[in-house]
């Protein structure tokens, strides 16, 4: 007997396998109805199956006149047509060529996302397990092309032994018409995982991984007595607070569309700004660094900052405070 999915009520048995005529004749239709005639038939009855107080008799009347309806109409033959040809389809896992070839469609960039995720996970576990350990880390996450040879050249200059080297092209939620590949977003995620003692970031960046980022303020004010005044004088301190970050991803989430936001976070998140970065706008020291800024509206920025987890803080100061002093 047929049923009905959405309901799980089954059509009636004397009406399984009736034809069109019998179809019409039970809609109180002549042979030689039109569709637009069957339509006003069917919405009629529908109407009048709807005031049947009787929950069970309503709910029955409903699927049988559903059923009835697709019989005259011819819906109901097209869909055992497509049934019977399904069936006779070669299949494999349970799914014809078609069906994957659709699934395949709507679901292929989830798989690529988890397989970029798994490669990253299999980079920083091969890394951790399998390699002499980094004397140092290096993170760039922002909307830019990086020289990795230069700065890992740098690196070694300043005499770290195995240095590790990691960037990804990240364009932050824009007005500027810039997008993403499919997994940046998720590759920025898995590379923190690192723990690099340095992030490198630009100023459209910075603020939506507030999370990573150490608290800078006892370096910058002992720069004052490192670097010239020239040097100290290009370089921006960059404030932002818990609140902010919470505050920054409700409104991205509102940009999306996103349902159910939770408000709540604001009234607990911390309002005291701590210093997260270290910006630079000078093009010529940029360009030196080896980053070439992608944001066709901006002119170049470079923020530093400390990843919170870093375990080799002091000389991954040391590091940045040479770079810095090419400032003067």
Known sequence: MAEDKDNKIKVSDEL?????????KYLGLD???????????????????????DDAEREQKMVDLSYVFDVATGKEQARLKALAEREAEPKFLGKTKGEWKNYIGYTWYKYLIVIVALICLVVIVKRVVFTPEEDIGVLSVGHFLVDGDNIEARLRDFGFKNPYVADVDLAVPNDQGQTNNAYAETTSSVLFLSNPEIVVTDEA?????????????????????????????????????????VQLSIEYQEDMGAENIDYSELDTADKTKKLIGLEVKDTEF??????????????????FSFGVKGDNKKQAEEYLTSLLKELS
Do not use: C, H
């Open 16 to 24: 399984i396998g009736i034809g069109k005529d019998e179809a019409l």
């Open 31 to 53: 042979s030689d109805a039109n569709d637009y005639e069957i339509d006003e038939k069917f919405w009629q009855l529908s109407k009048r199956a709807r005031v049947i107080k």
């Open 205 to 245: 960046t910075v603020y939506y991984f507030f999370g990573n980022m150490d608290d800078m303020t006892n370096y910058y004010e002992s720069l004052k007595d490192q670097l010239l005044d020239e040097a100290y004088g290009k370089i921006t301190p960059i404030y932002y607070s818990e609140y902010d970050s």
């Open 286 to 303: 940029i360009e030196k660094m080896g980053y070439t800024n992608k944001w066709p509206k901006s002119e170049p920025t470079l923020v």
